[in-house]
């Protein structure tokens, strides 16, 4: 049998080396013409398509964009807000990417359960489209002369996945898709006479929970967009299809590309191969198999090749080989790691090494005699609760016991969040002892000193529970990935978050623990300044997981629990340094839950878990806070007192009170701190405003209880503003409080 043929379904677009980022920002700061940052653009594109028919990728998906992929659509469809009126080509682009004078930028979200963030379409029922797909349509004119015609699949983004994604009230998504439906028929007769070989058409919405819903609109969707006479590949990714399989494969498209993969490290993942052995693949469709997993860095374990032996044993024959998702989850080329130790390194797959590892899976299968039947080709993660017994997960005595028993404050005592700002003093402090050139001690005193000036001035101003300002920290999981064994860090191993903001998340590689102490040394140096209690200052287990590249060959759980029980250790050893209150923050808690509500459960009770391993080990009489950041928690509240955390602070400022509201309705009894300003602004908030907070607080009902529970804090912690900033907002906010102790 030939060889299998091979697709691409998204790859990264921000360059091997960064360069769309240097050349976006370089054009915002004016230091360079739009056409320059084209050309850049142009070039980064052509790398990554060249780099894919280098490999030998059959059919190339032409990825590329210059912020990101809806708004590319956003814009062509012409679903432009009216506050951008006016503008026009990409200064419109830009603006609704980061906002104009007058006019705040298009809101961001993430992009179904994935770390990248999309910006959101803002749809009414009324939105009616002007589209205009000249750039698109340029762009497959490039990627034909790069790769060739047959090669060339251009890519759009569905119209049922860009509505439903939108940010609307009460909105028909069936008639707004239908509104767009003639545009996209539009562009695909356009695309059809460029003779492409298949557009892909991608549709991720699928996989979410509201796919059962949406049988009509994609029956009638694709029924119009079959029309066009152009082949459609219609591409899901991040889960299965789950119940919307016997309808999807019926659709009037060409091909269907499916996910097997899922989430790594998902203990019970995808159903996809499950989906396939009980109901059969269509005869006269391609199938496109995500066998390669477009998620994980890791090489396959040898499923890819037995799901697709499998699927040919079962008669399924017309199979390209895809990866699950987009590489754009992934970094670009493993090559550039040079310091990596061998073990890992040859264990790594990124974006350009996935590309051969389709291929050659392509070639293999075909010749592979593998009996192993399609629903047990994936390798299950292992699992281990390491026999932890019930006692390690149990505080020793409830909060309601407890509480009285740990630090005495005032009525609605004062706090911030942790970090205070990264100064270009001990930012420069810090390279210089990375690069050899500070000794330890010098970097030892630079970090005192900071510490010494942020002990001074919250003792000066009157705060209540004081921190040590976190200058010893970059980034709050990289500071503890680098303690911990079983971390390893790339040197270019960046992923998109959003725009031009790149992430190089840490990789777990091997069992976590912890060889010593991490933050005691800070801790016990602020807090001999002051008789104020300091508080210690950790990040979660859930959240170090979910911003790291996690293993594959244990489940997500196993190594949240490994990251429990090493900081376990940490909260034991800051007691031990005489530590009252131990902050563990888990701003990511949120991010790591599953597409499928189904699947909610189980993920929360491990992430709950793993935080109380980590924390519960303290004595009654220490007091546990931990910090959530900004999001939509009302439906998982449940889980957040399950943390069975002494106090809760939550970033608030930004909606109006509806998680307070939400806590209050709860009946959610522990210590509360609500943010009472926001801190990516750099405006001082006055006593006025914050005194206003406060009340609306204790509107809501939350303090049906004791004024001390009640905590005053702002939104997250301050290391991106600056000390001008900074210090007259706290004193501001400690106003506040004292003139609501005065009313108490
Ligand atoms: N303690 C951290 C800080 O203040 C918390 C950061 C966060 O919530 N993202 O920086
Ligand atoms: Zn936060």
Known sequence: ??????????FPRIGPNRELKKALESHWKGDSSLDQLLEVSKTVERDAWSAQDDAGVDLIGLDGTLYDQILDFIFYLGLVPERFQ???????????????????ALDMSKFFDTNYHQLVPELSSSSTPKADFTYLIEKVKRGQEVVGKAKAVPIVIGPITLVSTAKATKLDVGAVVSSLVPEYVQLLKQLKELGVPEVQVHEPILV??????????????????????????????????GETYPWVVKLPVAAVSLDFLGVPGAASGCATAQLIAEHGFP???????????????????????????????KGVTNVTVQTSASLQLVPYDKQAEKQLPSEVHSRLSFAVQKLEE???????????SSKVPLESALKTPGDSQAGLDKGLFTRSKPYAERRDSQIKTPAFPTTTIGSFPQTPEIRRARLQFKKGQLSEAEYERHVNEYMEFAIREQEAMGMDVLVHGEPERTDMVEYFGVKLDG?????????????????????IHADISRPAAMTVKEFAYAQKLTKKPVKGMLTGPVTILNWSFPRKDITRRTQAFQLGLALRGEVADLEKAGCAVIQVDEPALREGLPLKKERWNSYLDWAVQAFRLATVVAAPTTQIVTHLCYSEFADILQAIDGLDADVLTIENSRSGDEMVVALAKYGYGRDLGAGVYDVHSPVVPSVEFMTNKLRGFLKTGILDKNAEHIWVNPDCGLKTREWQQVLPALKNMISAAKSLRAEA
């Open 358 to 368: 389709m291929v050659t899976v392509a070639k293999e299968a075909s010749a592979s």
């Open 1 to 10: 049998m030939a060889p299998l043929k091979t697709s691409t379904i998204g």
């Open 86 to 104: 006016g503008l026009k080509g990409y200064e419109l682009y830009f603006a609704m990417a980061r906002g104009a004078p007058g006019a705040t």
């Open 208 to 241: 979410a929970p509201e796919g059962p819903e949406l049988q009509k609109v994609f029956e009638s969707t694709f029924a119009e967009f079959s029309k066009a006479g152009v082949p459609i590949n219609l591409v899901t990714y991040f889960d299965d299809v």
């Open 283 to 313: 005869s006269d469709k391609r199938l496109g198999a995500g066998v390669i997993d477009g998620r994980s860095i890791w090489k396959d374990d040898g499923s890819a090749t037995a799901f697709v032996s499998a699927l040919l044993a």
């Open 487 to 507: 971390f390893c860090f790339t040197e270019n191993g960046w992923v998109q978050s959003y725009g031009s903001r790149y992430v190089r998340p840490p990789i």
